[in-house]
């Protein structure tokens, strides 16, 4: 009997140690590393954008306001959207916004790019200068730009008389409808087009040397050369580019905050800041909500392709 | 003969080059230029309608500085910014590593359904969430305090840094990693001491981008945030130095330009992690 005890002991003391190394031996399995390590990245999105994501889809079916839970009401929110003059208008800007400066963006990142890439002294000096709009906070440099086209003592309008371009006393920038959605263009483009410069001149980097050697035997112009050579090969380059760039311009909120507010008359407002204007500042939550759920068939599909592209490869 | 024909026609191109590249340089520059000499001008300056408005004449000035300094909470909102940038960049840094670590180099059910879920939130636009954010802020009793955003930043540093490190540690070689396993390392011993430290660029790079995305985030910190004290720089800037219709565009301008210098000085210091961190992320732009 005693020995038993003894050797129960003996084995229940092994147990301490032999517990842990079970629980290391567990940890050590490669899938059950590979969990736990995802883990914290998981429940963080889970609840902070999964979540948030489904409320904003009930709040976009109730009449939700700001302190007071409301009830479901269905589509309604939706249908008073639609049928809303602020809200029409407010697309056909997000199109316009998005397609313009997508375009300025695209043809001028590729050109610079093109440029960057040829030889030239002072590379990394330039690169650096190029890129700094990409870099210093968007809300801070905007205030430069609305400063810069002040009606009265901004430098654009000041540059543009002086040179005889315009008429006296100038456009009234930020107050004209077509004037304030070229002022948000011209900004989102000087913003993002460092970014399209700087990928597309990676992508230009990677393009072998030998192909435009064969494209010059053959007696290609350096015109023909870009178009046949070049483009063709930056291809799979700038999709990934202008699909990145499409659904964050799309959804761009700091420019046309600062620069206009959505004014004059909503005529450069976007989906997120009519959402910001009608959900915060209104406290109409239910309907904010439901305008900001519009970015999402451009976040889907955007996605869509983007997971087709990367899958292809 | 011919030579110097080539040489006079490189010579052309150059030219062509440097010619069609300034306005580009133009374009990009001036606008910080224009805020910077802005600053440092008097009012009577700034308001004189014939005054060329490129550089300072009547003298410069730092009262718009003083300004902002004595008049305004403005070392308050550095302090606040730096201090969610720091903080929320290290924990979506943690978080990150386990999460690219587990998804470029562990084989289990479900890997590739958690890479494309990380991948899709990395492509949600902040514009989208801010709403149903401000509630769950709100529940969580944090709002109106930096802690607001020390949690919700990392909802879209993880996913982005998360993708950046994937690329950094896929390059990694496999037979560094085994042999270690072999002699014995555990596997996070592995991760910490053979994986992290060939990774280091990778690491560098997100820091970098996790910093100057905090730093730069504006409408979460505009929405979560309305008491003066704890905004961060960008939106006190913004917001506080504009009230009702009188512009102070001097020190909005001496704001603007003092609130982006330490992005400046990081990417100076840093500009090839920049460029390297841009091209192999493809970030958000």
């Known amino acids: 009997m005693a020995v038993s005890q003894r050797a129960l002991e003996a084995t229940g003391l092994r147990g301490g140690p032999g517990r842990l190394e079970r629980l290391q031996q567990w940890w050590e399995q490669e899938h059950v590393f590979g969990y736990g390590l995802i883990l914290p990245a998981l429940v963080l999105l889970t609840c902070l954008v999964a979540y948030p994501f489904g409320m904003a889809i009930y709040f976009s079916l109730s009449d939700y306001w700001v302190g007071s839970p409301g009830q479901f009401v269905g589509l309604n929110n939706y249908r008073e959207i639609l049928g809303n003059d602020v809200f029409r208008q407010t697309v056909q800007n997000s199109f316009v916004f998005t397609g313009c400066a997508l375009t300025l963006k695209t043809v001028l990142g590729v050109w610079l790019a093109v440029l960057l890439a040829r030889d030239v002294r002072f590379k990394r000096l330039l690169r650096g200068a190029v890129l700094l709009p990409w870099v210093i906070p968007t809300a801070l440099s905007t205030l430069g730009w609305w400063w810069m086209f002040d009606s009265l003592y901004g430098v654009v309008n000041w540059t543009a008389i002086g040179l005889g371009i315009m008429s006296a006393p100038g456009p009234n920038w930020l107050g004209q409808a077509n004037y304030a959605m070229a002022a948000v263009i011209v900004v989102n483009t000087w913003r993002g087009l460092p970014f399209f410069a700087i990928t597309v001149l990676a992508g230009l980097m990677s393009i072998p040397r030998e192909f435009y050697e064969a494209a010059e035997v053959d007696g290609a112009s350096s015109r023909q050369r870009f178009w046949h050579v070049t483009l063709p090969l930056l291809k799979p380059v700038l999709a990934v580019v202008i699909l990145f760039s499409t659904i964050f311009t799309f959804s761009d909120f700091n420019i046309v905050q600062i620069l206009t507010r959505g004014g004059p008359m909503n005529t450069t407002h976007l989906f997120a800041t009519l959402a910001y204007q009608i959900g915060l500042q209104g406290g109409n939550l239910g309907q904010g909500a439901a305008i900001s759920l519009f970015l999402f068939p451009m976040l889907a599909m955007v996605v869509f392709l983007q997971l087709r592209y990367i899958r292809r490869d | ?285």
């Open chain 2, 1 to 285: 003969m011919a030579s110097t024909a080539s040489a006079r026609a490189r010579r052309l191109r150059a030219a062509m080059t440097y010619a069609n590249l300034t306005p580009f340089v133009f374009f990009a520059l001036f606008p910080f230029y224009f805020m910077f000499v802005t600053s440092f001008k008097r009012n009577a300056e700034l308001y004189n309608l014939k005054a060329v408005p490129f550089w300072i004449q009547t003298g410069a000035i730092t009262d718009h500085y003083d300004f902002l300094f004595r008049r305004t909470e403005f070392l308050t909102w550095m302090k606040n910014s730096l201090m969610v940038s720091v903080i929320a960049m290290s924990v979506s840094l943690v978080i990150a590593i386990l999460a690219g670590y587990s998804l470029a180099r562990l084989r289990y059910r479900g890997v590739g359904s958690f890479g494309t879920a990380v991948f899709i939130t990395y492509l949600v636009p902040p514009t989208l969430l801010f709403l149903p954010l401000s509630q769950v802020v709100h529940w969580l009793g944090l709002s109106d305090s930096i802690w607001a955003l020390v949690v919700t930043y990392p909802t879209f540093l993880v996913p982005f840094s998360t993708w950046l490190l994937m690329g950094y540690f896929r390059t990694v070689p496999r037979e560094v990693e085994e042999c270690a396993l072999v002699d014995g390392a555990s596997r996070m011993q592995t991760l910490v001491r053979i994986v992290l430290p060939m990774a280091v660029p990778g690491l560098v790079c997100a820091a970098l981008f996790g910093f100057t995305l905090c730093w730069n985030e504006f409408i979460y910190a505009l929405t979560f945030v309305s008491q003066s004290g704890n905004k961060t720089a960008v939106v006190g800037v913004t917001a506080d130095l504009i009230r009702g219709d009188i512009y102070y565009w001097g020190s909005l301008m001496a704001g603007a330009v003092l609130a982006s210098v330490p992005i400046v000085v990081i990417y100076v210091w840093f500009l090839d992690y920049y460029v390297s961190g841009l091209t192999t992320g493809a970030v958000k732009g």
